[in-house]
């Protein structure tokens, strides 16, 4: 026995290994026959369709008024409802559906909306909230965002506040629904800085204002004594830094919205202006004269260090960093007309951008880094425009008689800027906020005659 | 003598038979030949054909089964003239009181103004040329318009030529016609919802595949970057608006030839915004 057995393991391994060869070859065999076979096979079409074409409409929404259980509840659901109709319908990329044509009350749509039936009415997406008073005094806000064609909850959330701030957090919950469906961040719960103007064009009163994005809560931050022009927010927090003249002295300041307090930037012979702060916010970039001349110079607002970053007897401002703070855009009149440049942090590696027939200047960096918004003057008239920090793909927005001072909303995607209109009493100034795809232009109301927009960052 | 007397009888008898046979070689031009064996005669098989069109951009919803009945009758010159379903002669057919294509309504302008929806001309301007505006080069040229026309083929049209998914009755060819492909193409762009102003929309290109049910409503939707779906929130609304073209009721049902469910049961669409910014 002990002899027979080495040769039957011997051949029981022959034995497996070709059987097992025979697998692979079949296996071979039949997967090179499905793959002949494969391509004929009904089972395996698809066809493949390109949709390179489309439309660009608003979004049409429902906004139901959120519930509320008491009457004052009841009356912050429709407040709150009302606000945030009004912002994603300004912002242009939604449309609402007339509330008569809805086919539930907000009680029963707490339980379970009947997605058949706003189908029919044509709502993509459906908001329902819920207002509840709290037993330490606050409210609770809360909402649902539906996708009524795939009948799933995109977001909901919940915020507690006290009633006075309902307005805030109706702009929050805005935001959080323009971002759920367009994918960018919301822009309305933000504020505007500006120069509120009054008074006759030989006396022109300009003070400093400051109002939430959509023109609510105005008001007015200098007492009028000094010609306050170019206001510009810090990306990091609430202070403002301007150009005003005091003493007929025109100087950069610092000014903290929330204390109300001003500083001067710095104490220069000469005079500065066009400030405008890093995205760190540590640092302003600025222009300064020097016989005749301008340059681009920044301060560190901790050490209050001075470095200059352009030289030279052309004049070189309205400086502004990118996103990033890798660069900086500004204008200059260097190359024998007013052009748009871009540079390093450092001053190093000037570029000109711009070469189209016209004077640019004021460029303005997107936070989102992708464009910069000019203004350019060609034959008397005045244009908004963007262009791509490469010199590409440049793209005029509006024009005007007299129209200047474009400030980018936090996302990049909404402009904001002031017109000059000639009227039977002389001009007035207007703010105007217009799509980046240069659809939607619309007028933000304001108490007075207004110019030079700053957009704030999101409120924290 | 004797000789020559010979000589003459021997020809006359030869001019006698030459004559004779001349004659009836004559009479049998005049008179024609006999025929003995009648010939046998194969029964008449008329070859049935077609005249087939490749419209560019038409869906030529076709009426190929009328058609394809007409071979076994009789005469062949009538089938002719109705053999060809030639784009022209269609639109009097498909029925007219349901014109739902815009712009042909307004290059028909007084006629069929008052018919059209009153909601969507608007929008329809901006559909289809560059959805980017640019002051610019936007005075110059009129809103170029695609001939999105006369080809809008009315989903009542459609189902109404559909023949059981089941029947045997030959398909023109295993895949869509390009005109079938262009019509599917033309409703989901009509539901589409570009995102247009988005950071690097040039890159925001949304490949999905759906499951289609035999009646031609979609049975499911999946986006096939997954990864992408869950990290990028610019591409997620992408992709959600190219699920939303996909489920939009004014897209519903799928404008495709039922009885070739089998070829289009998967469809895989990109959607692809680069041409319009």
Same mark, same amino acid.
């Given at each position: 026995m002990k002899n027979h057995n080495p040769p039957r393991a011997a051949l029981a391994v022959i034995v497996t290994i070709a059987r097992q060869r025979l697998r692979v070859t079949a296996l071979g065999l039949m997967l090179s026959l499905t793959a002949l076979i494969a391509p004929f096979s009904p089972a395996q079409a698809e066809i493949k369709v390109d949709i390179t074409r489309g439309v660009s409409e608003p979004i049409p929404v429902a906004i139901p008024a959120f519930y509320g259980r008491t009457a004052d509840e009841a009356q912050f659901g429709r407040d709150i409802a009302q606000v945030i109709t009004n912002d994603l319908v300004r912002s242009g990329l939604f449309s609402t559906i007339d509330p008569r044509a809805f086919v539930q009350d907000a009680d029963a749509l707490l339980t379970a909306p009947r997605f058949a039936d706003w189908r029919v009415l044509n709502a993509q997406a459906l908001i329902i909230g819920k207002v509840e008073a709290q037993g330490d005094g606050r409210l609770k806000i809360e909402f649902r965002l539906w996708d009524v064609f795939g009948e799933q909850q995109m977001a909901g959330r919940a915020y507690f506040s006290i009633p006075s701030n309902w307005r805030r957090v109706a702009h929050i919950v805005a935001d959080a629904i323009y971002q759920r469906i367009t994918g960018e961040d919301g822009y309305f719960d933000t504020r505007i800085v500006y120069i509120a103007e009054t008074g006759i064009a030989t006396n022109r009163m300009k003070r400093l204002a400051i109002m939430d994005q959509d023109g609510e809560n105005n008001r007015i931050l200098s007492d009028g004594r000094a010609m306050v022009l170019t206001p510009r927010f810090s990306p990091t927090m609430q202070q403002i830094t301007y150009m005003a003249y005091y003493n007929n002295k025109p100087r950069v300041y610092l000014f903290n919205i929330d204390t109300g307090r001003q500083e001067v930037l710095g104490d220069f012979e000469n005079m500065t202006f066009a400030p405008r702060f890093a995205p760190d916010g540590n640092r302003v970039v600025f222009s300064l004269t020097e016989n005749g001349s301008s340059n681009v110079f920044t301060m560190d607002l901790r050490g209050r260090r001075v470095t200059r970053l352009t030289s030279g007897a052309s004049i070189s401002t309205a400086p502004c960093f990118s996103p990033d703070g890798q660069h900086i855009t500004f204008e200059s009149d260097r190359g024998g007309s007013q052009q748009i440049y871009v540079m390093r942090?450092?001053?190093?590696d000037v570029q000109r951008i711009t070469f189209g027939s016209g004077r640019y200047g004021t460029p303005v960096w997107s936070p989102r880094g992708d464009l910069i918004a000019f203004t350019k003057q060609l034959q008397g008239r005045f244009y908004i425009g963007v262009i791509r920090p490469?010199?590409?793909g440049e793209r005029i927005l509006t024009e005007a008689y007299h129209a200047e001072g474009p400030t980018w909303a936090p996302n990049g995607r909404v402009l904001m800027f002031f017109k000059d209109l000639p009227g039977s009493r002389g001009r007035s100034s207007h703010l105007y906020s217009i799509d980046l795809t240069g659809y939607n232009e619309r007028e933000v109301q304001t108490p007075t005659d207004a110019s030079d927009p700053a957009w704030s960052p999101l409120l924290p | 003598m004797i000789r020559t007397t010979v000589n003459d009888e021997r020809l006359k008898t030869f001019l006698a038979v030459s004559a004779g046979l001349h004659l009836l070689f004559m009479l049998s031009f005049y008179i024609g030949l006999p025929v003995f064996f009648p010939p046998i005669t194969p029964p008449h098989q008329p070859v049935p054909f077609e005249i087939v069109e490749i419209a560019e951009i038409t869906n030529t919803r076709i009426k190929e089964p009328e058609q394809q =009945? $007409? @071979? @076994?009758? +009789? +005469? /062949? +010159?009538?089938p002719q003239p109705k053999a060809e379903p030639t784009p022209p002669p269609q639109p009097p057919q498909p029925k007219p009181p349901e014109p739902e294509p815009m712009p042909d309504a307004e290059s028909l302008k007084p006629m069929k103004k008052p018919i059209?929806? /009153? =909601? =969507?001309p608007k929008p329809q301007q901006e559909a289809f040329s560059k959805l980017l505006r640019n002051l610019e080069t936007s005075k110059v040229p009129p809103v170029p318009k695609a001939p999105q026309t006369q080809e809008k083929p009315d989903p009542k049209s459609t189902s109404a030529i559909v023949t059981p998914p089941n029947s045997q009755a030959p398909a023109l060819s295993d895949r869509l016609t390009i005109s079938q492909e262009d019509a599917l193409r033309r409703q989901i762009s009509q539901c589409w919802n570009m995102p247009?102003? !988005?950071?690097? !929309? $040039?890159?925001?290109i949304v490949e999905v595949v759906i499951d289609v049910n035999p009646d031609r409503t979609v049975q499911h939707i999946e986006v096939v970057d997954k990864m992408r779906l869950a990290t990028d929130s610019f591409f997620r609304a992408a992709a959600e608006s190219a699920v939303r073209a996909i489920n939009n009721p004014k897209c519903s049902p799928l404008e495709l030839p039922l009885e070739q469910y089998e070829q289009w049961k998967v469809i895989h669409f990109t959607f692809d915004p680069r041409d319009m910014l």
């Open positions: 942090a450092n001053g190093s490469d010199g590409s | =009945e $007409q @071979p @076994p009758t +009789p +005469p /062949p +010159p009538p059209v929806k /009153p =909601e =969507e247009i102003g !988005a950071r690097d !929309a $040039q890159n925001l």
